[in-house]
């Protein structure tokens, strides 16, 4: 669903196999490399919990998408490594889903939107 952009690697680490087995207490890394198709002056990470079809917000310490290894302001052409974590609270419930992270430019336009399915556990 990549608008502006296109993905051309994603890396959560760890994350051996599918579905990422997120143990609750522990951060998780993101590495998205992706090219750019327009130019933005900045740039706002949006995550979710998909489940039953419906998208609940995921809060993640820094949405600021230039602040997270991305330098702005935003060129087309350009490729861009995305860096953030995934923080997994302890309180979160022992479930499986499908996280969705989004990254969108000054135009709420996708530089990027990707899915993986994760089961959180203790």
């Not at 522990?26 to 590495?31: D, E, G, K, L, R």
């Not at 979160?92 to 996280?99: A, N, Q, T």
């Amino acid at each position: 669903g990549s608008i502006d952009g296109s993905i051309q690697e994603v890396n959560v680490s760890p994350c051996p196999t599918q579905p990422c087995l997120l143990h609750k207490g522990t951060s998780y890394s993101i590495n998205v490399t992706f090219a750019s198709k327009i130019e933005s002056q900045g740039s706002k990470a949006r995550v979710y919990g998909e489940m039953l079809h419906v998208d609940i917000p995921f809060p993640i310490p820094e949405p600021d998408g230039c602040k997270s290894g991305i330098q702005c302001p935003i060129q087309k052409g350009h490729s861009y490594s995305y860096l953030n974590k995934l923080p997994v609270k302890s309180e979160y419930p022992s479930i499986k889903l499908i996280v969705k992270w989004e990254l969108v430019d000054d135009q709420d336009q996708l530089l990027f939107c990707w899915k993986i399915p994760v089961q959180i556990t203790s």
